[in-house]
């Protein structure tokens, strides 16, 4: 099964807001509310950002969001902040009981 | 604190076996979905493989289906990755991680994670 599909990177000033989408089809994304974003810096472990499509975990600022419409989840970070910069990837629950994760986005906090 | 710490990683000939291991404290073991996720250095994530909360039910990735095994012991806390028929291509950072609510009836999302251990497959 084929990966999700992000941008490879986005970019974005300090206080603008980004969004990152990620495209799958009928059998992942648009088949299922669990679609999740991870953050990772450099060296680290990822971290939950999103779940369930627009749910945060606790604390995780209320400047990430989550939606879908259709096979395409996106997450917006508001409000950018430096230490924002990071991959961010998705993933999503799979008619045949996998777990697929999108190429990943970098990014780049100008 | 929940922890997670794996072990076990290191060189191997492409065609050897290795068993990852994934020590769990923190909370209540058996209660959660664990899985395996890995990372190919400078690369992007790829589900490797989860097992429920009495290991009877397992789910694999197309590219390890068949030559890598997933178990728990949950009277040790830990979730083990048995890797058969190793290949150059399984290079990579292991993590294992736990689902994000406790009696999750499948592997949709993991809030805890590892640090990650590097299995290198080279002659």
């Known amino acids: 099964q084929s990966a999700l599909t992000q941008p490879a990177s986005v970019s974005g000033s300090p206080g603008q807001s980004i969004t990152i989408s990620c495209t799958g089809t009928?059998?992942?994304?648009?088949?299922?509310?669990?679609v999740s974003w991870y953050q990772q810096h450099p060296g680290k472990a990822p971290k939950l950002m999103i779940y369930?499509?627009?749910n945060r975990p606790s604390g995780v600022s209320d400047r990430f969001s989550g939606s879908k419409s259709g096979s395409t989840a996106s997450l917006t970070i508001s409000g950018l902040q430096a230490e924002d910069e990071a991959d961010y990837y998705c993933s999503a629950y799979t008619s045949v009981d996998t777990l697929i994760f999108g190429g990943g986005t970098r990014l780049t906090v100008l | 604190e929940v922890q997670l710490v794996e072990s076990g990683g290191r060189v191997i000939r492409p065609g050897g076996s290795l068993r990852l291991s994934c020590a769990a404290s923190?909370?209540?073991?058996?209660?959660?979905?664990m899985t395996w996720v890995r990372q190919v250095p400078g690369k992007g994530l790829e589900w490797v493989s989860a097992i429920n909360w009495n290991g009877g039910v397992t789910g694999y990735g197309d590219s390890v289906k068949g030559r890598f095994t997933i178990s728990r012991d949950n009277a040790k806390n830990s979730v083990y990755l048995q890797m058969d028929s190793l290949r150059a291509e399984d290079t990579a950072f292991y993590y294992c991680?736990?689902?994000?609510?406790?009696?999750?009836?499948?592997?949709?999302?993991?809030?805890?994670w590892g640090q990650g251990i590097l299995v290198t497959v080279s002659s």
């Open positions: 991680a736990r689902s994000r609510r406790a009696h999750s009836s499948g592997w949709y999302n993991f809030d805890h």
């Open positions: 369930d499509i627009f």
């Open positions: 923190g909370f209540t073991f058996d209660n959660y979905v």
């Open positions: 009928d059998n992942d994304i648009g088949g299922y509310i669990y």
